[in-house]
């Protein structure tokens, strides 16, 4: 009898042995390959960037540049205040709909706003705010008396205010997406939902309860997020470059203005200017780090009931708490209705939006006027006579989006969660790094490859800057699936396939569609990569909308402004069809029977 | 002597700890044991051993892994994919897939071929998914969305699921926890009656006594000194 235990066993072991050797090739090698390529080039770019940091001349010639300080002063002062106004936005905008119930309902009309591009907002902005903008037209020469318009700097101010607003009004749909990937997932969505209201019946106002139990676990798990805003608004070049300060600019278009130089020294000047602003980015981003853990003290806090071990932590998070609390008490002070923050955004950019649309059609529109003179599809005419520009475009996204959103799901699906959480800070890297940075990396990695100026090259660079954000868009909805539906679905006898093809991914169709909407919008918005990988050699709508901005062919640029907004909205639409609930047939509610 | 449900569990745990040791049970067909034990004590985690899910519940925790073995009706289980076992699984929660009508919950359960082969046709297996309503006396509901049915109509859904696959054995896994006692006092004669009716082993997890389907064949678990209900 032991003997025969002990054979079955042998061959048990041996059957295990033979099948760990296959399972050996699929669940480690093919991860390990996703890894590789997405990983490498992520690395590959940073290598050849920083050896080219290595100069000392360029550093030189940077720290000699009479530019310098006060454009590094205007980079923080519109990255931080952007970023800070963005996220006392956001928190106060989640509050207010979570408290009044109507998050989701405002939430829906996030994709709109998402899918308007920075460069196209920046536009809109201009074209309201500038000296000849529609803003003096209402009240000229009425209450001002102007009849031309004046000389002012509305726009491209040198206080950098313009670019701080239009940044904010970007960043604020930004965050709210990614908290809504998190506040939408259906578990966590029932948990919060019963915290929440186990806090009120503990005592706490909604405001309180929201601030006390909601907050702190959303928070920490916007810190990617926030940390690509506080990025973003630190590096962004084309938004500066359209409504930024121009004398001098912020460092980001400086360094860009010296890598796109035809002088080598200066060339390396803007390399060690990108890597200036990357530490600006890295120590920037260490203190926020620093910050949001004290968010975590304070969850700790919170979830216990007990003071957390260390004082100092305590005394931030009690700080975060407040400043919360202030937020949403002034508020509430305010003569203006509690979701006065988000009607502002949606009316500002329905008004972007319509600007867009007037500027492209009009004509002859002398200044006081409020409406032009003369209407005309001058602009969509050329447009449409220049359409290999909007192929383009639509290629690039199209691709880029296609092929992070095939690598994004294969590595979910076959990545053990451990690898995913160890290597998700690196897929990560080229949201929190400067683009300015990436470019340099990106284009000397196609010229070792022979790829530059070539559509092969310029769509994986796309591919580079596209996947962190269908990765962010995926993961929440992927640690969303419940693994005993797997396990249910094995047990009637069916096999992997089945269960991913008909249960796992068509309830993930609408994540799935609208992390390749997502994708495809930042493909579209993509400035620096597709002018530097693509050496030139390709126009894409924001590249013509960007150089536009520059001239006084009103109606051209906002054309391809507004083109720039069309794509990625008809990407959402789309993606919104693809994603839509299924439909049950309506029958009357019958009475239970049991 | 083969017939029924076979089970050895030597040893399941993690690399660290072991949660059950020394676990034998024995279902013969049309017989229903009971699995008890406080919370924590590791009865989901054997039932996901005979089932071949350990790797969905030792999720975010360390892996759990099972040494012993599973049989059914002679065959060794342990080494083979859940989907080969044969084994159907019921959750407390009825997790009734939402993007599928109740009929395509069932007709989803309903095998395309059967053991020898022969493939049934389209109407054979509607027709299956019609009489498994009827016996769920949910006749006339197979248009509706999922989301639509009470607690206790799910429940059936369910079970008439986990049924239709044709399992050789059946888990029940905390069935009646989520329904209220009145429901519950209803639908476990149900439960109980359709299972046997089909001659298979089955295992059902509770912590109700009431639960209890045959005293007969009641397994008590206890807490390891170590396990991780304490922390």
Redesign the interface.
């Known amino acids: 009898m032991y003997a025969m235990t002990r054979s ?1 066993q042998a061959q ?1 072991s041996g ?2 042995g033979a ?1 760990a050797a296959d399972l050996l090739s699929v669940k480690v090698l093919g991860p390990l390959l996703l890894a590789t390529l997405a990983g490498l080039p992520i690395g590959a770019a940073l290598w050849a960037v920083g050896a080219q940091m290595l100069d000392a001349a360029a550093w030189q010639a940077l720290w000699a540049d009479p530019q310098i300080g006060r454009a590094w002063g205007m980079t923080l002062w519109t990255g931080l205040a952007s970023t800070a106004l963005a996220w006392l936005t956001v928190a106060h905008v989640l509050a207010s709909g979570f408290i009044r119930q109507q998050l989701g309902r405002w939430l829906s009309r996030l994709p709109a706003l998402l899918a308007t591009p920075h460069a196209a907002m920046a536009i809109g902005l201009v074209l309201w705010l500038s000296p000849s903008g529609w803003a003096l037209r209402l009240v000229s020469p009425g209450l001002t008396g102007f009849d031309a318009p004046p000389p002012w700097f509305t726009t491209q101010d040198p206080s950098g205010l313009g670019l701080i607003l239009s940044l904010w009004l970007k960043e604020v749909p930004f965050l709210l997406w990614v908290a809504a990937t998190q506040m939408q997932r259906e578990d966590l969505r029932r948990r919060w939902q019963a915290e929440y209201a186990l806090a009120q019946t503990l005592g706490r106002t909604p405001a309180q309860a929201f601030a006390q139990i909601i907050w702190p676990q959303l928070a920490p798990r916007l810190r990617w997020p926030l940390l690509a805003v506080l990025a973003y608004g630190l590096t962004v070049v084309d938004m500066a470059l359209i409504i930024g300060p121009a004398t001098p600019p912020t460092l980001a278009v400086l360094a860009w203005q010296w890598l796109s130089d035809a002088d080598p020294l200066t060339q390396s000047q803007g390399v060690a200017a990108a890597g200036w602003l990357t530490g600006t980015v890295l120590v920037g981003g260490v203190l926020m780090v620093v910050a949001l853990k004290a968010f975590a003290a304070m969850r700790k806090f919170a979830s216990r009931g007990s003071l957390p071990q260390s004082q100092a932590t305590d005394r931030v998070g009690l700080l975060q708490q407040k400043t919360l609390k202030w937020v949403l008490h002034f508020c509430r002070r305010l003569p203006l209705q509690p979701n006065v923050m988000w009607t502002t955004i949606l009316t500002t950019y329905a008004a972007v939006w319509f600007a867009l649309t007037v500027g492209s059609v009009s004509g002859v529109w002398p200044f006081p006027n409020v409406w032009p003179e003369l209407w005309t599809l001058n602009a969509w005419q050329q447009v449409a006579s220049s359409a290999h520009t909007v192929w383009t475009t639509l290629g690039l996204g199209v691709a880029s989006a296609s092929v992070c959103l095939l690598w994004s799901v294969a590595w979910l699906e076959l990545a053990p ?1 451990r690898w995913q959480q160890a290597l998700q800070p690196w897929f990560l890297l080229p949201l929190v790094l400067p683009s300015v940075l990436w470019v340099v990396g990106l284009y000397s990695l196609a010229l070792h490859t022979r790829l530059e100026g070539q559509w092969l090259g310029l769509s994986l660079a796309h591919a580079v800057m596209v996947l962190p954000y269908v990765l962010l868009a995926l993961v929440p909805a992927y640690q969303a699936v ?15 396939w089945v269960y991913l093809w ?2 796992k991914w ?2 993930l169709q609408r994540a799935i569609a609208s992390a390749w909407a997502v994708g495809f919008a930042v493909s579209v918005a993509q400035y620096l990569p597709t002018l530097y990988v693509g050496a030139g050699r390709f126009a894409t709508v924001t590249t013509e909308a960007v150089a536009l901005a520059a001239g006084a062919q009103r109606s051209l640029m906002s054309a391809y402004a507004a083109l720039q907004m069309l794509l990625p909205i008809a990407a959402f639409a789309l993606a919104a069809w693809l994603g839509r ?2 439909r ?2 309506k ?1 009357a ?2 009475k ?3 | 002597m083969n017939d029924g449900l076979h089970v050895h569990i030597e040893r399941l745990g993690s690399a660290r700890q072991a949660l059950v040791s020394g676990l034998r049970l024995a279902v013969p067909p049309g017989e229903i044991l009971t699995l008890m034990g406080p919370s924590g004590c590791g009865k989901s985690s054997v039932l996901a051993s005979i089932a071949g899910t350990l790797a969905s519940v030792s999720e975010g925790l360390q892996p759990l892994q099972l040494q012993g073995s599973v049989q059914l009706n002679g065959r060794e289980l342990s080494h083979l994919p859940t989907h080969q076992r044969g084994v159907g699984l019921v959750f407390q929660d009825a997790l009734l897939f939402p993007h599928m009508t109740v009929a395509e919950n069932l007709l989803f359960a309903v095998p395309v071929g059967d053991a020898k082969g022969t493939r049934s046709t389209n109407a054979q297996r509607q027709a299956r998914v019609q009489q498994a309503l009827q016996e769920a006396e949910l006749s006339g509901m197979g248009e509706r969305d999922p989301s639509t049915l009470s607690g206790g109509q799910r429940a059936r859904v369910a079970l008439m699921r986990a049924l239709l696959a044709e399992p050789q054995a059946l888990l029940l896994d905390e069935p009646f926890s989520k329904l209220d006692a009145a429901l519950r006092a209803q639908l476990r004669p149900w439960v109980f009656a359709h299972v046997r009716e089909r001659r298979i082993p089955v295992v059902l997890v509770t912590h109700d006594e009431q639960d209890v389907a045959d005293p007969q064949r009641v397994v008590h678990l206890r807490a390891t000194e170590e396990s991780p209900s304490h922390v």
């Open positions: 079955v048990r059957h295990v099948k969660r419940d693994p005993r539906q797997a396990a249910l679905v094995a047990s009637l006898g069916h096999g992997r008909r249960v068509p309830l609930p299924r049950f047939e029958i509610p019958m239970a029977t049991l």
